[in-house]
C-alpha cells in the first residue's frame, strides 16, 4: 500500500525539523572552525567525488555558481583545494581537494562524530544503526527520484545497508515475538 498523504505531510515535517535541528547543532558544534558548514561539505564532496568542473560541482551540489565561486575562493586561499587543467578540455579546470584538505576533511568527522557521540549517550549500538538505516534509505530514495547517485561513502556499502535493515527487522520481529 502506498503511502498516505498525512503520513508524507508528517515525513515533510519530521525532515524539516530535522534540516533546522541540523542547522543549529552545527552552528553549535562548530566551535573554533575556520571554515563554515558549506566549505566542509564542499571538502567532503571532493574527497568522495574527486576532482570535478566547478560546474559539475554546482549542479551535484545544488549551490548556485556565484555562491560555490565564494566558497572555492575561500577553500583555495586556504589550501584546501586546487585547480588544475581539466585534460579533456584545457579551457577548464579541475577542483581537487589537497591533502591538506583532506586532513581537515578527517579532523571534522572525527569531532562531528565524538560531539554526536556525546548527544547519543543514552543509545546503544542497535539504535544507532536502525537509523542509520532509515536515514540511507530515505536518501537512497530521494537521489534514485532526482536520477543521481549516492556521492558519500555510503555509495560503497550496499552489504552494510542491507545488514542494517535486516538487523531492524530482526530487532523489531524480536520485539513484537515478546
Not at 553549535?28 to 567525488?49: E, F, H, M, V
Amino acid at each position: 500500500m502506498p503511502v498516505s498523504h498525512d503520513t508524507a505531510v508528517e515525513l515533510v515535517r519530521d525532515l524539516l525539523e530535522l534540516q533546522r535541528v541540523m542547522k543549529r547543532v552545527t552552528k553549535t558544534d562548530a566551535g573554533q572552525r575556520r571554515l563554515n558548514p558549506t566549505a566542509i561539505a564542499l571538502l567532503y564532496y571532493l574527497d568522495s567525488n574527486g576532482p570535478r568542473r566547478a560546474t559539475v560541482m554546482a549542479s551535484e551540489t545544488g549551490l548556485g555558481p556565484s555562491g560555490l565561486s565564494r566558497q572555492l575562493a575561500v577553500l583555495d586561499e586556504e589550501g584546501h583545494v586546487e585547480r588544475t587543467p581539466d585534460p579533456d578540455d584545457g579551457r577548464a579546470a579541475l577542483v581537487a581537494i589537497t591533502e591538506r584538505g583532506r586532513e581537515q576533511v578527517r579532523a571534522v568527522v572525527e569531532q562531528d562524530a565524538q560531539r554526536l557521540a556525546a548527544r547519543l549517550e543514552d543509545w546503544d549500538e542497535d539504535q544507532a544503526r536502525t537509523s542509520r538505516g532509515a536515514i540511507n534509505e530515505i536518501t537512497t530514495v530521494f537521489l534514485s527520484s532526482l536520477g543521481v547517485e549516492r556521492t558519500t561513502s555510503c555509495r560503497d556499502q550496499p552489504d552494510r545497508e542491507h545488514e542494517d535493515r535486516d538487523h531492524a527487522d530482526r530487532e523489531h520481529e524480536e520485539r513484537t515475538a515478546r
